[in-house]
């Protein structure tokens, strides 16, 4: 998984992409896991709320540099995560989409 939505300096996405960015996640994850995008949804309101503290609106109150810092951080670690869960899912879902043989059956 692409951790553009949190990186630092140089690397990090421009600010009006990060959203851009989730938004698309958020479409692959629906596509591919269906009814089990649930297991992420807690994740992807954290993501979103990160997102938000870092990119405030108009009007909105940007974060000081060290509080930035530390929610790139705690970013990086939801999407650590996420991308771990997300890949247990996608493999759940490609099982109940192609169900293989039975346990103790011979595949012909």
Known sequence: MNTALAK???ERAPAGTAPALLE???R???TE???LRAGVE???EELRQGLAALHPGPGGQQLSPQRQQEQRTRLDQVLDT???ILEALQRAARAQRHPGPAMGQRED
Do not use: M, Q, V, Y
């Open 28 to 30: 692959l994850i629906d």
């Open 82 to 84: 996420l991308e771990d």
């Open 33 to 35: 896991l269906g009814p």
């Open 42 to 44: 807690p994740l992807l």
């Open 8 to 10: 630092t300096g140089s």
């Open 24 to 26: 698309r996640l958020e």
